[in-house]
Structure formats: structure tokens, C-alpha cells
């Protein structure tokens, strides 16, 4: 889909969204997302196979998922992080990151090259997370340091 041709104004009713099988998949969007895409509705986000996409949110992009509920993450090797700090604007780093505030559980399976659910040394907030389930990621050492 392209923001260009229209297919954007898709977005904001979005609940679930699968990227299966997608193996050049590098990034989900090429632009700057604030403004363009907006995923407020989305419930559930699933990635499995997608073997070239080395994140999937950066931090602007995952403080407007507050619906989301349900994150799984499966055999995407190369993946780094689920959330890039890049993007970020110099004015957020002095307010409180709560994200996803209606998740309840993740699923991180066979990412041999996850080494961070997030590449920033903030403290992240999600106080509605009750289930993870980490399972063949051999280089994420400390899984969440930045959750409180």
C-alpha cells in the first residue's frame, strides 16, 4: 500500500495487522508516519517471517498504539529491536513514556538476532502487560530492562 496513492485513509479503522511470509520487508512505512498513517485502532500486531525487517515501530509510532492489545513476533531473523528509538524528537525525551496501555501479552519466538525489546535507555511504562513469552532469542540478555 502506498500513503501516495491514497491508500492511507485504510488505516485508522485497522484492528490486526499480519505481515506473513514477507521476506524483503524492511520497514513498514518509508516516511515519516505522524500525519500519514495512523494505527490508533489496532488491536493485534502479528510479524512472522519476515526476514530482512531489522525493527518494526519506532518510538512515536508505538505511543499511538493504544489499543493494542495483543503483540507476536515469530522467525524474523534479523530482527534487531521491536521498538527503534530513532524517530524520536528531541521535545519527547522529557515526558513519561507509557505505551501501549491496553497490552496484555507478547510473544517474541525464534529472533536469533534480537538483542532489545527497545534500542533507548529510557524507562518504558506498560502497566497492563500480564503474559510474555520469550522463546529462542539467544541474544536478548536482559528482555525488558526499560519496563517498569
Request: with cysteine; glycine share 4%; charged share 25%.
Amino acid at each position: 500500500m502506498n500513503a501516495d496513492e491514497g491508500h492511507a485513509g485504510l488505516m485508522p479503522w485497522l484492528q490486526e495487522l499480519h505481515a506473513i511470509d514477507l521476506p524483503k520487508l524492511r520497514h513498514i512505512w518509508s516516511k515519516d508516519p505522524q500525519g500519514i498513517l495512523s494505527f490508533k485502532n489496532l488491536k493485534l500486531l502479528k510479524f512472522c517471517n519476515c526476514s530482512s525487517l531489522r525493527n518494526i515501530l519506532t518510538l512515536p509510532m508505538a505511543l499511538e498504539l493504544v489499543r493494542l492489545e495483543r503483540m507476536e513476533v515469530k522467525r524474523c531473523n534479523m530482527l534487531e529491536q521491536i521498538i527503534n528509538k530513532e524517530g524520536e524528537r528531541e521535545d519527547e525525551g522529557v515526558w513519561d513514556k507509557r505505551i501501549f496501555p491496553s497490552l496484555q501479552s507478547i510473544s517474541l519466538e525464534c529472533l536469533p538476532s534480537l538483542t532489545s525489546f527497545y534500542s533507548g535507555s529510557d524507562v518504558l511504562r506498560c502497566l497492563s502487560l500480564k503474559q510474555v513469552d520469550i522463546v529462542d532469542c539467544p541474544k536478548m540478555m536482559n528482555p525488558f530492562p526499560q519496563f517498569q
